[in-house]
């Protein structure tokens, strides 16, 4: 299963941007991820697979929001007030099956399917 991310693209300094992650109706935990040139990937944020619990990143939080529509399948990243250090590819992901509707894991290893991945890239 290859999850689809969309919604990247270039924007300016203060601008927003809404990623989303087709899920294919996936019952998961659903997180983003970032990776920027030359860094690990990072954590930034997830959902739990009902939507009733979200966790972001201390450098998003307040600034990004992570939801879910569970008609869809479709999990969403608004992204507000972009900074040029928010430049990367961001990955959504599903976690592995767990009977928790809290399930919310910020660890990579935690995550069994992963999208292709979009580029978002913020100017100064």
């Known amino acids: 299963v290859q999850l689809q991310a969309s919604g990247g693209g270039l924007v300016q300094a203060g601008d927003s941007l809404r990623l989303s992650c087709d899920a294919f109706?996936?019952?998961?935990?659903t997180g983003w991820f970032r990776q920027a040139p030359g860094k690990e990937r990072e954590f930034v944020a997830v959902?739990?697979?009902?939507?009733?619990?979200?966790i972001y990143a201390d450098s998003v939080k307040g600034r990004f929001t992570i939801s879910k529509d569970n008609a869809k399948g479709t999990v969403y990243l608004q992204m507000d007030t972009l900074k040029p250090e928010d430049t990367a590819v961001y990955y959504c992901?599903?976690?592995?099956?767990?009977?928790?509707?809290?399930?919310?894991?910020?660890?990579?290893?935690?995550?069994?399917?992963w999208g292709q991945g979009t580029q978002v890239t913020v100017s100064s």
């Open positions: 992901a599903a976690a592995s099956a767990n009977p928790s509707t809290f399930y919310t894991p910020v660890q990579k290893t935690s995550y069994v399917y």
């Open positions: 109706g996936l019952d998961r935990a």
């Open positions: 959902i739990s697979r009902r939507g009733g619990r979200t």
